[in-house]
């Protein structure tokens, strides 16, 4: 092991205020914090290498138990009506708890960046009681270089403790389990949850924070670019296929799932990925199914057979099973995490109301109007009783993660996309012929085909015609796609069932955008989709 035993205050542990630790490993690699994770009965190595983890009784993230602390600078910066309030005191008598508590421990040590671009970059240290999670975040955000390490100074400080538990009397929280984020010190304290998911979501929030005040927009999403640097953004809420149509091997990946944009283009904000590996197979995608047979990724609560080997059809822990690997596991990978500003951007959905066409060319307005909405639908089938689709809007495609109002960051989304002329689509991988039950999943192979002609720029020169309920404009005719997709209305058998989902489907739009009409102008207002514009 590297370093052990070591707790070095030079790197500032003292300062902090963690005093009377027995230990802090500083940076351990991946060989070091395997050893530590599997002495310690943290963590096991399953067949082909990666370290695989179990995480309790949280197998995801707990929105409901992360909080803000609501002080002069945050009062009238952060979006409460999304972000749960914590009084300055009561962040304060958790901060010292937490400290208290660390006290006589084993501590691991992190100094990474969130952020490729070094001229928006975050410098992050992440204190972490478990070893298996000091690798997971060493995967997932930047590594500085050695050179970098011995001046390094943290401007974001993350206390991580899953053996802390919280009292909800004494610290102004809701059970045991706390997600508390100070923006105006950049301290975030996680305890009471061994779900390594909290740190990263914990490090974009601070980023959600802080860069739209350099007028840089950070985004939910996945990131490609081509050979001649024709880079594209994918939003989208998962079942939506942001990860399977970003994943090209014609283009380069940038990153699956959080991005910056500014000025002078596009950037990753992390080093790594974190797959869902539920029913992953070596046919379907076989580099992130490559990623979990070697050593370095961290597998979270994959069962193992009795050979050690991962069964990713097995759920019964958790269907929300994941991989954390660096991002240069993949292939073709960035080697930079950046690339120029976009060209395109695409913001999917998967209609399951039958609704909606399965692409649409949006101007600023819309996609702005369509950013903010956040949309898509889930089917119900695992719910007894339950048959028809069900609508989710999640503004800007991550609320959970975002402090301030999202029209902060759909002001700079339209902003950016005007200034640099980029093309927006909206497009459908969700059900045609009918709603779900009833139609049929839009073909990928069309999907594919739309999507390729969107990114190199062939789609612009096509006829369009305007949809009557949504007023994007929609192709009418497209090389290598069957035709009578491109009117949705035309795949119904019967056309006023579709009027009237239409009309449905829209009023849910309405209602949503009601909390952001205040905040928008008079164009984006009039991007709204309509009910009076009905199909004859």
Known sequence: ????????????????????????????????????????????????????????????RSPKDKFVVYDDTTRDTVWWDNNQAMQPEQ?????????????????????????????????????????????????????PDASDLPGFVPELTIIDLPSFKADPARHGCRTETVIACDLTRNI????????AGEMKKSVFTVLNYLLPEKGVIPMHCSANVGDA????????????????????????LIGDDEHGWSDDGLFNFEGGCYAKTIK???????????????????????????????DFDDGSKTENTRAAYPIHFISNASATGQAPVPRTVIMLTADAFGVLPPIAKLTPAQAMYHFLSGYTAKVAGTERGVTEPQAT????????????????????????????????????????????????????????????????GSLKTAEFRTDPYFGFAVPIAVPGVDGSILDPRGTWADTSAYDAQAARLVEMFIANF??????????????????QAAAE
Not at 188 to 195: C, D, E, F, K, Q
Not at 520 to 528: G, H, P, R
């Open 229 to 252: 640097g024709d880079a594209a953004v994918f939003f989208g809420l998962s079942g939506t296929g942001k990860t399977t149509l970003s994943a090209d091997p014609s283009r380069t």
């Open 514 to 531: 009601g909390t952001f009409e205040g905040h928008v102008d008079v164009s984006v207002k009039d991007a709204a989709p309509a009910v």
């Open 393 to 456: 809007f999640s503004t800007c495609f991550g609320a959970p993660f975002i402090p301030r109002h999202p029209s902060k960051y759909g002001n700079l989304l339209r902003d950016l996309i005007a200034k640099h002329n980029v093309d927006c689509w909206l497009v459908n991988t969700g059900w045609t012929g009918g709603a779900y039950g009833t139609g049929h999943r839009m073909p990928i192979k069309d999907t594919r085909t739309l999507l390729n002609s969107a990114l190199d």
């Open 1 to 60: 092991m590297q370093e052990t035993g070591v707790r070095n205050p030079s790197h500032g542990v003292e300062t902090f205020g963690l005093t009377g630790l027995k230990a802090v490993y500083w940076n351990q690699s991946e060989p070091a914090l395997y050893e530590y994770s599997i002495s310690r009965g943290e963590a096991r190595i399953a067949a082909g290498g990666p370290l695989v983890a179990d995480t309790g009784i949280h197998t995801g």
């Open 91 to 143: 962040f304060e008598t958790l901060l010292a708890d937490f400290k208290a508590h660390a006290a006589g421990k084993e501590l691991f040590a992190q100094d990474l960046y969130g952020g490729a671009d070094p001229s928006h970059r975050l410098s992050v240290r992440v204190y972490t009681e478990f070893a298996w999670h000091s690798l997971f975040i060493r995967n997932l955000l930047l590594r």
């Open 188 to 195: 975030v304290l996680i305890g009471g949850s061994s779900y």
């Open 280 to 310: 992953l197979s070596a046919e379907a995608e076989p580099e992130i199914y490559a990623t979990t047979q070697r050593f370095g990724t961290v597998l979270e609560n994959v069962v193992l057979d009795e050979n050690g080997v991962p």
